[in-house]
């Protein structure tokens, strides 16, 4: 009897079936129904992870790889399993041995890590293979911490099939009319976020769904370079007419007058105090390293700039880290060491010798640790990392070590998420920055207002808003409205603990460059070197804001102190007159502005319950706090204790 015998029901339909090679099986239904589709099974693709020997303590067994695991045997070993590629290998280039992460019997060196592809299934078959003595992780992507844009907390994400939709016309200019191109406008609120990007004509087309614009919660302005940021709550927009905002140059902010001609201090240096520290005190004989999206030396500020490594692309052309398509190192370069030609805006080590890592866009934790292998190799003292991953790794820690110990000093940015500080910020082997801002340094109605947090104190200090804090912050800096370079010559107002770190990085250049007891033998480079470097700055630091220890750390470090410089009484603008909440000379005549200019200080505004009324008495009454009155000097050299 045949195994199917014909009758009026179709057949059961067919699906594709995987041939060896992947492709679907060609078979056709005997009934003449549908050609099943051709094409390739989904299955988990390969991803890359970090293998590298881990350390264990002896007795535990050489398990089954047969011998004490060194890299060249994990590495052999690899290579000749199944359903593993392996893609490259990092390994120690200067020739420092860091103690602890190897058996020094090996022979073969335990240092470096394996990078290879395989599926997540294979990752955990190597890593029980391993009984311990391997570290399997997966290659996790970084990110450069810029603050994100707050959106509304109810957005849908529902595209409406049908319903009305209409248009809305922005048009951006400057303060003379002239029309701005590409410059980013987004929407909030109704039924969905809209942005678009103005065109030649400085006018940006944003589709709404629904038919009334008053369901608009914000409206935000970002230009590419060399103007302010707008953003407007509840904006008044007209769907029957374009809607005008017009952006004011940053070049025109009183504190700023004439930038680039006339050379300029951010107000985050000055906050420092940079501006007492003798002009001899340039960073020079410092080695700087940022680890970012490469810096443009076509800018007046970096062209002083000749030594770098492009990570991501070391295969094809390691000379490519000049080139920064994103702005962000070009940011973070220009805050650290900006020449000052009587041009543009100064850095606090323009002598420093920069090496710029291009690790971005698309940057791994394997890259970041080989762009730590070349700060190893070239002696660098002082590493920016204004980047962070979604989770701690052993092996990036490893590596943070490994630099540590030969002298090189990493500082992080805490990041941006408000919430837990990231990693490697939170890695007890760095340095971590969180970010402030200041009344008064930022027009009030661009986007930096947005992020003032509820912990002003009497000088205008805040914490930022998107600022990370935990017990692992050690300090805090400038943060919100920092003004630096951007490709290809121009410049722009960012906000972020990226903007923040490079401000730490640049007094750690000096202090190493000019603090006596740095250049002398006692201080060689070694781990307690680094120790001793953090040490300085945390004690050097004053406690800014309202706000805990968890959110600023020790404070926000001080030049003048951090290089044992005389520090004159009269001249700490902390221990004179008080100003703000209700003392002579009020918030105004700590950060005077003219021209006609609004300041976040002279504008009513309200954040989070603290309201800024002019010049006038500050409401603090928020959060159980009272307004603090001239007292006693902010301490310095204190210890970082609860309760500030």
Known sequence: MAKHAKSGAADPPQTPMASQDGAADARTDSTGGPTPIQGRLVTERK????????????????????????????????????????????????????????????????????????????????????????????????????????????????????????????????????????????????VLPSTAITGADGVARLRLYGDDAHTISGLYVKPRADYWSF?????????????????????????????????????????????????????????????????????????????????INKRTDRSTWNVDTLGHGSHCTGVIAATDPAWGIRGFAPEAEIHVCKLFPGGQVSQLIDALEYCIEQGIDVVNMSLGGSAPSEALDRQIVRAKQAGVACIAAAGNSAAAVQYPASSPHVLAVAAIGKIGEFPADSYHAETIGADIDMYGYFTARFSCFGPQVDVCAPGVAVVSSVPPNNFAAWDGTSMAAPHVTGLAALVLAHRPEFGSMVQARSAERVERLFQVLRMSARPVTLNDPNHIGYGLPDALVALGLPTAQQAMPWQGTAVGYGASGGMHAMSPHDGGWPSAAGTAMQHQGVQYQGTQHQNLQHQGMQPQGPGLPYPFGTMRVSGW
């Not at 690899?78 to 103690?99: H, N, S």
């Not at 849908?156 to 048009?171: D, H, I, K, R």
């Not at 927009?237 to 004011?248: G, H, I, T």
Request: proline content about 7%.
């Open 47 to 190: 991803k890359k992870y970090l293998v590298a020997p881990r350390a264990v303590l002896s007795g535990f067994g050489i398990s089954s790889w047969g011998a004490p695991l060194g890299l060249s045997t994990v590495q052999q070993t690899l290579t000749t399993m199944t359903d593993i590629e392996v893609i490259d290998t990092i390994t120690p280039r200067a020739g420092l041995a860091t103690a602890g992460f190897g058996p020094s019997s090996m022979g073969d060196g335990a240092e470096g890590v394996v990078v290879a592809r395989m599926t997540d299934q294979k990752a955990g078959e190597l890593l029980q293979r391993g009984q311990g003595q391997l570290i399997v992780e997966r290659d996790q992507h970084l990110e450069l911490l810029d603050p994100m844009l707050r959106r509304p907390d109810l957005v849908s994400s529902l595209t409406p099939y049908q319903g009305p939709q209409c248009e809305l016309l922005l048009a951006v200019v400057g303060t003379d009319g002239a029309p701005l191109p590409e410059v980013e406008v987004s929407l909030f609120g109704g």
């Open 231 to 311: 953003y407007q709550r509840d904006p008044d927009l007209s769907l029957q007419e374009a809607n005008v905002v017009m952006l004011r140059p940053i070049a025109e902010w009183p504190a700023l007058r004439g930038l680039p001609q006339q050379n300029a201090m951010g107000w985050g240096a000055r906050a420092m105090r940079l501006d007492g520290v003798p002009q001899h005190y340039r960073g020079r004989g410092t080695k700087v390293a940022v680890i970012d999206s490469g810096a443009a030396t076509t800018h007046g500020n970096l062209n002083a700039i000749h030594d770098g490594f492009d990570v």
